[in-house]
Structure formats: structure tokens, C-alpha cells
């Protein structure tokens, strides 16, 4: 039965792996801390998968990340952030010219740096519906709130991100 489980878990949970560090990534703002959490909630994940009843799997290892981040944040509240997010394995097709892509690459960390530099509460929906792809509903559920105030919020990260970041670069790509 053990055995039927972990194979159930690597087949349903792990294919998640890259969503879940994103999030961990843009929420704790430090690659290798990054890291460590998503090890330990894929570790939770996996004590508490036979409660798992099904559903949206992406959604519900989300919330355990989630949760684990902000743990470790309450931990760490006088810790500043220390390294800048890397991108480099999310970037353009191999066959790309050299040229667009240290153009894609700038826009990457410029628009990087721009999501680090919003509040939580508006990174994390930024990060979700933007970087993730999840629906509103799926949000909702994911940080506890009414789906307006995903709307909300997500409709106020994004007029700050219009703000900070250079928009006529954007066109160029």
C-alpha cells in the first residue's frame, strides 16, 4: 500500500516541482532558500498525501508551499533578501539569435526584479495567475480569500508593475 502511494505521489505531485519552486522562489526572494522549502513542503506533501482526496493537485501542493514559506518568513523576519533570482534555464528557444535573447534576458530580470520589489500579498497573486497560469477560483483557495480579492489585488500588482517597469522596451521584442 506504501509503496502504491509514493508511486501515486510521484505521478500526481512531483510533476509540479518547477511551479512550486517559482512560488517559493518569488515569495522568500532567495534561490537556495528557495530550494530548501520546497523540500521540505514536498516532504510534508508526502506525509499528509493519503488525506489528499483528489481535485486540483497543482493547487493543493501550492498551499503547502505557500504555508511553509510563510512559516519560515515569520522566522526570518530580520533576514534581507540575498541573491537575485536566476532565469536562466526559463529562457529563449535554443536556436534563438544570441542578440534576442540578451534582449529577452534584460526584460526577464528587469520584469524579476520588478515582481520582487512588490508586496507579498501582490507578488503572490502576480506569481500565481501570471507565472503559474492558475484561475482565480484556484487562487482563492490557495491563499484563503475571496476570489475579489484575488481580482483585486492582482488588478493593483499589475497597475504597480505598469509603474516600475520600462514599457517601451517591451514593444521592441
Known amino acids: 500500500m506504501e509503496a502504491q502511494l509514493g508511486t501515486q505521489f510521484e505521478q ?12 517559493a522562489r518569488y ?17 510534508r506533501a508526502l506525509r499528509y ?10 493547487a493543493w501542493l501550492l498551499t503547502i508551499v505557500r504555508r511553509t514559506c510563510y512559516s519560515w518568513l515569520r522566522r526570518q523576519r530580520d533576514r534581507a533578501p540575498a541573491t537575485e533570482f ?22 526577464r530580470d528587469v520584469l524579476s526584479r520588478a515582481i520582487d520589489a512588490l508586496p507579498i500579498e501582490f507578488r503572490e497573486v502576480v506569481v500565481l495567475r501570471d507565472v503559474q497560469d492558475l484561475s482565480y477560483k484556484e487562487i482563492a483557495g490557495i491563499l484563503g480569500i475571496p476570489m475579489g480579492t484575488v481580482m483585486s489585488r492582482l488588478a493593483r ?17
Open 49 to 58: 498525501f493519503d488525506s489528499f482526496r483528489g481535485g486540483d493537485e497543482r
Open 12 to 23: 500526481t505531485i512531483l510533476p509540479h516541482l518547477d511551479a512550486a519552486y517559482s512560488l
Open 157 to 173: 500588482a499589475r497597475r504597480r508593475l505598469q509603474a516600475m517597469l520600462p514599457v517601451e522596451d517591451f514593444g521592441r521584442v
Open 27 to 43: 515569495l522568500v526572494r532567495d534561490e537556495h532558500d528557495a530550494e530548501d522549502l520546497v523540500q521540505d513542503a514536498y516532504l
Open 86 to 107: 536566476d532565469e536562466t534555464e526559463h529562457g529563449s528557444a535554443p536556436g534563438a539569435d544570441p542578440e534576442v535573447r540578451a534582449v529577452e534576458a534584460g526584460l
